[in-house]
């Protein structure tokens, strides 16, 4: 079961200066969030997999899309990563990771990523929506 503070969550990037990107695939601060599973029963399924959903870059299908809002920045997408600070690819990849009795807790980063050369300032918005299967 998905604990409560797990839903729905937030994850706040910050404002980042747009000069740190000065080539594709340079990459802001990672920030951190967890995702919270309680009262795991390892009887018969001892492994979870972690996916992610959300609107493919037009530029990298590996990242998540910023929203194309008014406002926008543009030439950046956002990835996430695992606890061994692999991308995980969105739409596509999968984290694996062995649950544990009782709580289990799934460590993953995320951050902005450059798309392009030029990248411009303005809103970094997105959603996402992680979907677990159980082995």
Request: hydrophobic content about 35%.
């Amino acid at each position: 079961v998905v604990s409560t503070d797990s839903q729905n969550q937030e994850v706040v990037l910050g404002q980042v200066k747009k000069n740190i990107f000065k080539a594709i695939g340079d990459k802001s601060v990672s920030k951190p969030f967890q995702i919270k599973l309680e009262d795991c029963d390892i009887t018969s399924q001892t492994k979870v997999n972690v996916s992610f959903a959300g609107v493919g870059d037009a530029d990298d299908a590996t990242l998540v899309s910023v929203n194309t809002e008014a406002g926008a920045a543009t030439g950046v997408g956002i990835g996430i990563y695992d606890n061994a600070n692999k991308l995980v690819e969105m739409n596509t990849g999968k984290s694996t990771t062995t649950l544990a009795a009782g709580q289990t807790v799934l460590y993953y980063t995320a951050n902005y990523v450059a798309t392009k050369d030029t990248v411009t300032t303005g809103y970094g918005n997105a959603e996402v929506d992680f979907n677990l299967s159980y082995e």
